[in-house]
């Protein structure tokens, strides 16, 4: 195994804690424990006594009843809870691929939904998102994509960072392509419920068939990443048995309190989502106008989905103008060089409160 360094938590390392303002998380406004367990009537009682044993290496079994809730035909064995989604990539990787077998992946792409696939020795073919379709995939070219050796075809919708949502048709074909070529389809929907219009939420991969797994985490749309709890929800035993089997050799079994807090957030997480889709809503919006007069600087696709956009810097090269930005206005804005992008492009982020404050921070000094 050799995996370069991750780009994007090196970026963070360096500015996260002593920039200003964050204008490019990926995650929703978080919370303290406090007020999480003042969602739920005797919930700070109960949590004082959580028992601080091992717990059940598949996750609590309350935790993954409670889960089941954001599926159609998922059961609670059918989920496997790991420490944050990162872990889950990591073992679905090394229990399902192997050296010279061929991965097609969603790009751009976080970069562990490709860089884990590429250091066991496996080819990765880039599933291109292009932003003069409004970063939609083309699926001609994933027909293009397939090897013989081909084994899985790796999505992120709503995608980190372009916020695209796939459509319903589009989604139907890649499963379809899954299905009819016998490959493994790898779903990460940690995004999900984040649509702007519920409406066009689309099924869970896990619940259309069982060559798909479904990546699910609490630290997108429920705003809790410091709980690292996330699962896979799938109905392929083999793959489910594979990485279970592999993750007595990472961390065992999840952090006791941390699943605690996770099932209060996964009972009431209607309240949780209502929240972070109120401030994205409020977000966008400022989002929109900020865009519309500075229309010379930056092009913008507005995102349905998620808490995150690529815009394109227009004006020269990215990665000094987000140096500058961090440096003389205190404004953290993502290069998109951490995604391999050539074009110019940024992360921002809209999924926390203070980004009226980021907004006119920055407003004031691009008007300088
Ligand atoms: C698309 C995607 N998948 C997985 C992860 C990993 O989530 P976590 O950090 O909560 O483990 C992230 C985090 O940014 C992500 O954006």
């Not at 919708?157 to 009819?180: C, K």
């Amino acid at each position: 195994m050799n995996l370069p360094p991750f780009k994007l938590e090196r970026y963070f390392a360096k500015h996260e804690f002593n920039t200003e303002y964050l204008l490019c998380s990926s995650d929703c406004e978080a919370m303290s424990i406090a007020d999480l367990l003042a969602m739920e009537e005797g919930a700070a009682e109960k949590f004082q006594n959580v028992w601080l044993g091992y717990t059940e290496s598949q996750g609590s079994p309350t935790l993954r009843h409670e889960i089941c809730n954001l599926y159609e035909t998922i059961q609670p064995e059918d989920i496997l809870v790991h420490t944050g989604a990162e872990e889950a990539i990591f073992l679905f990787m090394h229990t399902i691929l192997e050296e010279h077998e061929h991965v097609i992946v969603h790009t751009p792409s976080y970069q562990a939904l490709s860089e884990v696939a590429k250091s066991i020795g496996c080819s990765i073919s880039p599933w291109r998102a292009r932003e003069e379709n409004g970063w939609a995939l083309d699926l001609d070219e994933l027909r293009g994509l397939l090897h013989t050796n081909t084994t899985a075809v790796i999505i992120n919708t709503p995608h980190n960072p372009t916020g695209y949502l796939m459509s319903r048709t589009d989604y139907e074909a890649v499963h379809q392509f899954v299905e009819e070529n016998e490959l493994i389809l790898f779903s990460d929907e940690v995004y999900r419920e984040s649509e702007n219009d519920p409406a066009t939420r689309l099924p869970a991969a896990c619940d259309l068939g069982d060559y798909a797994i479904s990546l699910g985490v609490t630290s997108k749309t429920y705003g809790l990443a410091g709980l690292r709890i996330g699962w896979i929800a799938t109905k392929n035993k083999k793959v489910y048995d594979s990485m279970a089997a592999l993750k007595d050799y990472t961390t065992i079994c999840n952090s006791a309190p941390s699943e605690f807090l996770a099932e209060v957030a996964m009972r009431n997480r209607r309240i949780l989502v209502a929240r972070n889709l109120d401030i994205i809503r409020t977000n966008l919006n400022i989002l929109d106008e900020f865009f519309s007069r500075h229309a010379d600087l930056f092009s913008w696709i507005r995102p349905h989905a998620g808490s995150m956009a690529f815009p394109r810097y227009l004006a020269g090269d990215v990665e000094s103008f987000c140096d500058k930005v961090a440096r003389e206005a205190g404004v953290l804005l993502l290069p998109g060089s951490v995604y391999d992008d050539p074009d110019n492009h940024f992360r921002l982020g809209f999924g926390r409160k203070n980004l009226p404050q980021a907004i006119n921070r920055l407003d004031g000094y691009l008007c300088k």
